[in-house]
């Protein structure tokens, strides 16, 4: 009797601890993982009372959405337009946004809700852009809108994401001081639209901003666009086209400073600088000794010094001779620095340019060189009777010179030591292999210039893929220029009308009224085909024409907003003044999108 008493416990007992187990097993199941991400923006199922209302007088607001969402920034986000001191007060409520209005409203009035990218869906953050919603406390609803583009001054390519906003002129002394209730975003065709505006004069401007999005101008940071003169809004209007820059500081200012681990220092500026210079105050022999290397643009300086054994010192940053400002750099006794010489070259994928020297570039001045330490393979076979010389500007730099051949392979050797720089900091061991670049690569453009006013000046720029500036001619006749020997591939030519004729582009200014100069962009890339020679009209146009916008496929906007494009795939076949004023590639070449809100 005791054992079937046992046998039975035990059986209990077993039976009890899987249940457990299964139960365990059950909850720890979770919901499967994986599948396509969702990047679609919550949709709106009904306002309660509904948008475009007339006549309204309720206090409160109703949202419905298709799923779960949360508010980020609604304070930098949400308008009211017109303002109000007592804004309306946004909560959620499951799947509904709740607006309260707190404070009273004026007679006869349309009013429009502005949510900017306050509303976002809870799992992946996809935003629910230009969301308004628009009431009248009268019987009518101003009706009045403004739509255009807006495009980069500098590239030409269209914004997306670009807060266009006006102001009444009565208000635009607000401008820069307080954010602007009226505004909306453009979308990836660069488009913006305003609606539901009443009649009257406005300032209309365009922001792109990079600290935050309080729309709020800080020209320290922010790209600006706008139209100089009032719009006086009698009736809709389309094609006010705006082009956005960054300005220049009004004050120059050292942006950075920084004693680098290697000993040298990095200033970065503010401005780009015309004839700048650095020297080092209390020290003579630092100031004789250094050595300097501006950027490009003159906006930034690394200084490099022989001497470290200073406790502080104070550096100039100057300009055509005239010190701009001077800052302090210290040091403690204790301080150690790491000195790697890495040595980059000028091949492209292991090619050397046939038109090119072999440039070897070192991140500090190069004291001494030993030829003897370095071994050059031809085919494996040593050759020795290469030069090695230094740049006559650019301490930073040598170069290998040597008889190069098709059609062989390269190997070259640097010993430990064959470059030594300041501070006594040498290379490691390094090899770089290459081959020489066939000619028939290369190519030659020829652009026949055409200027259309013989007294201004214009700045023709060839520009690689990247929309980099290749090579820049100022001219004022008309002219051939030649790209000599440039590897085989499309290159987009520009025009800039260097109204001040000093031979650089020149940013606008908002205080002053002052746009940009204009840049215009020959319509299609030019294609250079290897071992061919092509020759070109360039027709500059008389003033730059306007931009037309990419066609754009139609998609659902929370506030119905209708694409009716009217395509044009008639591409020019010849190179210069298009009919039409097309500007950049070929694939803009339509009208712009006309839009209309519902």
Same mark, same amino acid.
């Given at each position: 009797?005791?054992?079937?008493?046992?046998?039975?416990?035990?059986?209990?007992?077993?039976?009890?601890?899987?249940?457990?187990?299964?139960?365990?097993?059950?909850?720890?199941?979770?919901?499967?993982?994986?599948?396509?991400?969702?990047?679609?923006?919550?949709?709106?199922?009904?306002?309660?009372?509904?948008?475009?209302?007339?006549?309204? $007088?309720?206090?409160?607001?109703?949202?419905?959405?298709?799923?779960?969402?949360?508010?980020?920034?609604?304070?930098?986000?949400?308008?009211?337009?017109?303002?109000?001191?007592?804004?309306?007060?946004?909560?959620?409520?499951?799947?509904?946004?709740?607006?309260?209005?707190?404070?009273?409203?004026?007679?006869?009035?349309?009013?429009?809700?502005?949510?900017?990218?306050?509303?976002?869906?809870? *799992?992946?953050?996809?935003?629910?852009?230009?969301?308004?919603?628009?009431?009248?406390?009268?019987?009518?609803?101003?009706?009045?809108?403004?739509?255009?583009?807006?495009?980069?001054?500098?590239?030409?390519?269209?914004?997306?994401?670009?807060?266009?906003?006006?102001?009444?002129?009565?208000?635009?002394?607000?401008?820069? $001081?307080?954010?602007?209730?009226?505004?909306?975003?453009?979308?990836?065709?660069?488009?913006?639209?305003?609606?539901?505006?009443?009649?009257?004069?406005?300032?209309?401007?365009?922001?792109?901003?990079?600290?935050?999005?309080?729309?709020?101008?800080?020209?320290?940071?922010?790209?600006?666009?706008?139209?100089?003169?009032?719009?006086?809004?009698?009736?809709?209007?389309?094609?006010?086209?705006?082009?956005?820059?960054?300005?220049?500081?009004?004050?120059?200012?050292?942006?950075?400073?920084?004693?680098?681990?290697?000993?040298?220092?990095?200033?970065?500026?503010?401005?780009?600088?015309?004839?700048?210079?650095?020297?080092?105050?209390?020290?003579?022999?630092?100031?004789?000794?250094?050595?300097?290397?501006?950027?490009?643009?003159?906006?930034?300086?690394?200084?490099?010094?022989?001497?470290?054994?200073?406790?502080?010192?104070?550096?100039?940053?100057?300009?055509?001779?005239?010190?701009?400002?001077?800052?302090?750099?210290?040091?403690?006794?204790?301080?150690?620095?790491?000195?790697?010489?890495?040595?980059?070259?000028?091949?492209?994928?292991?090619?050397?340019?046939?038109?090119?020297?072999?440039?070897?570039?070192?991140?500090?001045?190069?004291?001494?060189?030993?030829? !003897?330490?370095?071994?050059?393979?031809?085919?494996?076979?040593?050759?020795?009777?290469?030069?090695?010389?230094?740049?006559?500007?650019?301490?930073?730099?040598?170069?290998?010179?040597?008889?190069?051949?098709?059609?062989?392979?390269?190997?070259?050797?640097?010993?430990?030591?064959?470059?030594?720089?300041?501070?006594?900091?040498?290379?490691?061991?390094?090899?770089?292999?290459?081959?020489?670049?066939?000619?028939?690569?290369?190519?030659?453009?020829?652009?026949?210039?055409?200027?259309?006013?013989?007294?201004?000046?214009?700045?023709?720029?060839?520009?690689?893929?990247?929309?980099?500036?290749?090579?820049?001619?100022?001219?004022?006749?008309?002219?051939?220029?030649?790209?000599?020997?440039?590897?085989?591939?499309?290159?987009?030519?520009?025009?800039?009308?260097?109204?001040?004729?000093?031979?650089?582009?020149?940013?606008?200014?908002?205080?002053?009224?002052?746009?940009?100069?204009?840049?215009?962009?020959?319509?299609?890339?030019?294609?250079?085909?290897?071992?061919?020679?092509?020759?070109?009209?360039?027709?500059?146009?008389?003033?730059?024409?306007?931009?037309?916008? $990419?066609?754009?496929?139609?998609?659902?906007?929370?506030?119905?907003?209708?694409?009716?494009?009217? *395509?044009?795939?008639?591409?020019?076949?010849?190179?210069? *003044?298009?009919?039409?004023?097309?500007?950049?590639?070929?694939?803009?070449? !339509?009208?712009?999108?006309?839009?209309?809100?519902?």
């Amino acid at each position: 009797m005791a054992n079937f008493k046992s046998y039975y416990f035990r059986y209990i007992n077993y039976v009890s601890i899987c249940i457990i187990l299964c139960s365990l097993g059950c909850a720890s199941i979770q919901s499967p993982q994986g599948g396509p991400r969702d990047t679609t923006a919550p949709k709106i199922i009904s306002m309660t009372p509904k948008n475009l209302s007339v006549n309204f $007088k309720a206090k409160k607001i109703l949202i419905e959405f298709d799923e779960y969402f949360k508010l980020s920034n609604e304070f930098k986000e949400f308008t009211i337009s017109p303002d109000q001191e007592k804004p309306p007060v946004l909560k959620v409520r499951q799947k509904k946004l709740e607006i309260t209005i707190q404070d009273s409203l004026e007679k006869n009035t349309t009013y429009t809700m502005n949510f900017g990218k306050a509303i976002i869906d809870v *799992n992946e953050g996809n935003i629910v852009k230009n969301l308004s919603y628009v009431f009248s406390t009268g019987p009518e609803l101003d009706s009045l809108s403004i739509s255009g583009n807006v495009s980069n001054s500098s590239t030409g390519e269209y914004e997306k994401d670009i807060t266009v906003f006006i102001l009444p002129l009565e208000r635009d002394s607000l401008f820069g $001081k307080k954010r602007a209730s009226i505004y909306t975003l453009t979308d990836s065709a660069g488009h913006y639209q305003i609606n539901n505006l009443r009649k009257g004069k406005y300032k209309i401007y365009a922001l792109k901003e990079v600290n935050g999005g309080d729309k709020i101008y800080q020209q320290l940071s922010d790209e600006i666009g706008f139209i100089k003169k009032p719009l006086v809004l009698e009736k809709s209007v389309d094609n006010i086209n705006l082009e956005i820059f960054k300005e220049l500081a009004p004050e120059f200012r050292i942006k950075d400073k920084k004693l680098l681990d290697d000993g040298s220092i990095l200033l970065t500026f503010n401005q780009q600088l015309k004839n700048p210079s650095i020297t080092i105050s209390d020290f003579k022999n630092l100031d004789e000794n250094k050595k300097v290397s501006f950027s490009k643009n003159n906006d930034s300086a690394h200084v490099y010094l022989d001497d470290l054994s200073f406790d502080s010192i104070k550096v100039n940053v100057l300009d055509q001779g005239k010190i701009l400002q001077t800052t302090s750099f210290s040091r403690e006794k204790k301080d150690t620095y790491k000195r790697v010489i890495t040595i980059t070259d000028n091949l492209t994928s292991g090619k050397l340019s046939p038109y090119k020297t072999l440039t070897l570039s070192l991140p500090l001045p190069i004291t001494a060189v030993d030829p !003897s330490k370095v071994i050059l393979l031809e085919d494996s076979v040593r050759r020795t009777n290469f030069e090695m010389i230094k740049d006559s500007v650019n301490f930073l730099k040598y170069y290998l010179k040597y008889p190069w051949k098709q059609k062989k392979d390269y190997n070259i050797k640097f010993g430990e030591g064959t470059f030594t720089t300041i501070f006594d900091a040498k290379n490691k061991d390094f090899t770089i292999v290459l081959k020489l670049e066939s000619t028939d690569n290369f190519g030659t453009i020829t652009m026949n210039a055409e200027v259309p006013d013989t007294t201004k000046s214009y700045i023709v720029e060839l520009m690689n893929e990247k929309k980099e500036v290749l090579k820049s001619t100022a001219i004022t006749k008309n002219t051939p220029i030649k790209y000599v020997n440039y590897p085989a591939g499309k290159y987009a030519i520009r025009v800039i009308y260097d109204e001040n004729k000093n031979k650089i582009w020149d940013t606008g200014n908002v205080a002053l009224g002052l746009q940009p100069e204009k840049i215009w962009y020959l319509p299609a890339d030019v294609d250079l085909k290897a071992n061919w020679e092509r020759e070109d009209k360039l027709i500059i146009p008389l003033t730059p024409l306007p931009v037309q916008p $990419k066609p754009t496929t139609p998609r659902t906007q929370p506030n119905n907003i209708n694409n009716n494009n009217n *395509n044009n795939n008639n591409a020019p076949n010849t190179i210069g *003044n298009p009919p039409n004023g097309l500007r950049n590639a070929p694939d803009r070449m !339509s009208q712009p999108p006309r839009r209309s809100n519902n």
